[in-house]
């Protein structure tokens, strides 16, 4: 079975700061891999999604994937963070021949104005 | 804008009373996931639905939790009894799986139904 390990469960950072959220899986097969991002009191949300191609994935708000096989790691990336951008962060894996998603336990980022 | 619905949004309900929660899936998807979200455990797998069928339920305690598809605008989970230990946010999500293998694509939650059993 697979899993998702996400190294930071609360990141604290400033306005304008960079962001890096780890989230590394465990699976030897072919995946699809996802970040969601559940704002305070709201359902989960789809920020980008990898399923195949360009290895690096762009998605909403200006947030971006790296999807390196060698290290099955997908990290999320923003240049410069807002305070809009307070929320909870979950990567999550669908391994092939699997109907579901496997979630981390989420990343909760603080962002001070 | 297609939405997966939840209702309701909030329930209070004491030990041992019936809770049944619904979800209207987004219409076209064929696949009705249950999921229940905690501090302590974060978000877990309940059951999931292909089709109105269900194909896993192992993620929900037998004897008190039910999941169901009367039809394809509607799955429904009851807890009967309640317990505190079920307080939590229990969100649907509904996606299109494609493909003989099922692999599959994203998902898109609902609003949530945020259970507090006193």
């Known amino acids: 079975a697979q899993s998702v390990s996400q190294h930071n469960h609360h990141v604290i950072l400033s306005e304008a700061a960079s962001l890096e959220l780890g989230c590394n899986y465990s699976?030897?097969?072919?995946?699809?891999l996802f970040w969601y991002v559940q704002y305070p009191g709201q359902h989960l949300q789809l920020l980008l999604k990898y399923f195949s191609g360009d290895p690096l994935v762009k998605g909403i708000k200006g947030f971006e994937a790296e999807f390196i096989k060698s290290k099955f790691s997908f990290n999320l990336r923003k240049p410069s963070v807002q305070w809009s951008d307070t929320a909870e962060y979950f990567c999550?894996?669908?391994?092939?021949?699997?109907?579901?998603?496997?979630f981390g336990k989420g990343t909760m980022l603080l962002v001070s104005p | 804008d297609a939405r997966v619905t939840q209702t309701p949004r909030h329930k209070v309900t004491e030990m041992g009373q019936e809770v049944t929660m619904r979800c209207q899936p987004i219409l076209g998807h064929n696949t009705v996931f249950w999921y229940r979200q905690t501090m302590m455990q974060g978000l877990e797998l309940l059951a999931y639905f292909r089709n109105r069928a269900p194909l896993d339920d192992s993620g929900m305690p037998k004897d008190r939790f039910s999941a169901e598809m009367p039809d394809a605008t509607l799955a429904t989970l009851k807890i009967q009894p309640s317990e505190p230990r079920d307080s939590a946010v229990y969100f649907c999500?509904?996606?299109?799986?494609?493909?003989?293998?099922?692999?599959?694509?994203?998902?898109?939650f609902g609003p949530g139904t945020r259970l507090t059993v006193l």
């Open positions: 999550a894996v669908n391994a092939q021949g699997y109907s579901t998603l496997t």
């Open positions: 699976y030897g097969g072919t995946v699809n």
């Open positions: 999500a509904s996606g299109l799986v494609l493909g003989r293998e099922g692999t599959g694509n994203e998902q898109f």
